[in-house]
């Protein structure tokens, strides 16, 4: 990503917390049955092959966490004074980037969970810039108030 000239980065968004929790239950939930298996097997093993499984079980969890964090928390979206910046990362070398002039936006579709949206908990969704270009479309899932997110692009795109 590179600024133009004249170009200040104003604010920048990430992904809300509550979904990332949502997700490390769900590691969570599908590490946990391998080491039931290892408790239910252990008379089966020496104690230190034992305490191999466990470890081997333990790293291939720390790092599918390690890697599910650093895909979600380096996605962002970037607010300038000239335009909107969404870097995306499908994984930890592949990154998509979409930018678009303030000027271009017509549209700006935020979806939220409804009334679970009033508390600061659940106050996150998708927010959806509409350009001329059916080829640039920005679209940030798991944003945090994206009403809010969506206000602050008009009040930029006013200023100037």
Not at 84 to 92: C, F, S, W
Not at 96 to 118: F, M
């Amino acid at each position: 990503m590179d600024l133009g000239e004249g170009e200040k980065i104003i604010k920048i968004y990430h992904h809300h917390p509550t979904p990332f929790v949502y997700m490390l239950l769900k590691i969570i939930a599908g590490t946990t049955p391998f080491f039931i298996l290892l408790f239910l097997f252990k008379e089966a093993f020496t104690i230190w092959i034992l305490i191999l499984l466990n470890a081997i079980v333990f790293l291939i969890f720390a790092l599918a966490i390690l890697y599910f964090s650093l895909t979600y928390w380096l996605d962002r979206l970037i607010i300038t004074n000239k335009r909107v910046i969404y870097i995306d990362y499908r994984g930890l070398t592949i990154r998509d980037e979409a930018a678009t002039y303030l000027a271009d936006i017509q549209d700006v579709n935020t979806h939220e969970l409804g009334i679970l949206s009033y508390f600061k908990l659940f106050d996150f969704g998708t927010i959806k810039l509409d350009t001329p270009s059916y080829a640039i479309t920005i679209e940030f899932h798991d944003a945090p108030d994206p009403e809010g997110i969506r206000q602050f692009i008009f009040q930029v795109k006013a200023q100037m």
